[in-house]
Nanobody
């Protein structure tokens, strides 16, 4: 059983930056593909980014490509999401998730473990 705890959310002005962290415990972190998802009020949860077990491969939603960077430190059992050039439409609760498989995926139902989420609010 893997426990995931997100942190780093907050209120930021448009054009600003935030870095989210996802701390994992209770499992072997390096065995999991990790992902970030977000859910805005009244909308479905959506894929943001994913990173392979080694960190060597990444995948991004088109809406965040070139603005967000996903990374991980397997020695620290932690994943990160560096978010730059933030826009009001990035406002959402951001969730980290772990997938016990070999391949990157954007499919929500394939992720086995989820954090509680952290709120990101971008003001215009």
């Amino acid at each position: 059983q893997v426990q995931l705890v997100e942190s780093g959310g907050g209120l930021v002005q448009a054009g600003g930056s935030l870095r989210l962290s996802c701390a994992a415990s209770g499992g072997i972190f390096s065995r999991y593909v990790m992902g970030w998802f977000r859910q805005a009020p009244g909308k479905e949860r959506e894929f943001v980014a994913a990173i392979s077990r080694s960190g060597g491969s990444t995948d991004y939603a088109d809406s965040v490509k070139d603005r967000f960077t996903i990374s991980r430190d397997n020695d620290k059992n932690t994943m990160y999401l560096q978010m730059n050039s933030l826009k009001p439409e990035d406002t959402a609760v951001y969730y980290c998730a772990a997938d016990n498989s070999y391949y990157l995926t954007r499919t929500i139902r394939l992720y086995d473990y989820w954090g509680q989420g952290t709120q990101v609010t971008v003001s215009s």
